[in-house]
């Protein structure tokens, strides 16, 4: 069955550090890949999406994400954390190659320190 | 422009009772997900509609939840003899169409007790 590990319940960064979010996912094929932010008392929004083609792939907010067929992972990064990055990170896989149906991860919890 | 809306935000009700929850999606999107997120986990999949169609509701766990969408916009999802399992927040989100990206609501929290 597919599905998709995010190793870390919970990360601190210091304001200003470099971040990198793990997702590992479990899946046959080349699966869509999504990640979505939650921050507290709002809705998911989407960050960023890889379907095929370059394995790098640039989101809002200043994330990035790379696929790496060879680990299945889509470890989601950001050169410079900010205070109002502080919020939950899901990684999330279509098997369906639908937007729609997704299956989530469990969530990372970041904490931003000043 | 107006986003996903759900009501209520929150919903507290006895074990045994039944419950409706709302959601609005945006204007002109015709696909429509509900998904539930228990505590410390990530979001569910429950049921897609297409139109007013249910197009996959694979998601849903038992009979006692059925979700309805009769003009293919407003959709309302019902849990019959709620237990406390229920529980969670229950999100809603629309696309464009089948294959868009979604557009998530703020979700209802469901408080069985």
């Known amino acids: 069955a597919q599905s998709v590990t995010q190793p870390d319940i919970h990360i601190t960064v210091s304001e200003g550090a470099s971040l990198e979010l793990r997702c590992n996912y479990s899946?046959?094929?080349?699966?869509?890949l999504f990640w979505y932010v939650q921050s507290p008392g709002q809705g998911l929004q989407l960050l960023l999406k890889y379907f095929s083609g370059d394995t790098l792939v640039q989101g809002i907010k200043g994330f990035e994400a790379e696929f790496k067929r060879s680990q299945s992972s889509f470890n989601l990064r950001k050169p410079s954390v900010h205070w109002s990055d502080a919020a939950e990170y899901f990684c999330a896989v279509a098997p369906g190659g639908s937007q729609g149906n997704l299956i989530f991860g469990k969530g990372t919890k970041l904490s931003v320190k000043p | 422009g107006a986003g996903v809306s759900q009501t209520p935000s929150n919903k507290v009700t006895e074990k045994g009772k039944y419950v409706e929850l709302r959601c609005d999606p945006i204007?002109?999107?015709?696909?429509l997900y509900w998904y539930r997120q228990s505590l410390g986990q990530g979001p569910e999949f429950l049921i897609y509609f297409q139109g007013t169609g249910a197009a996959d509701d694979s998601g849903l766990p038992n009979d006692r939840f059925f979700a309805v969408r009769p003009e293919g916009s407003v959709s309302t999802l019902k849990i019959q003899r709620t237990e406390r399992g229920d529980s969670a927040v229950y999100l809603c989100?629309?696309?464009?169409?089948?294959?868009?990206?979604?557009?998530f609501g703020n979700g209802t929290r469901l408080t069985v007790t």
């Open positions: 899946y046959g094929a080349t699966p869509y």
């Open positions: 989100a629309s696309s464009f169409k089948g294959n868009s990206p979604l557009h």
């Open positions: 204007s002109g999107h015709t696909a």
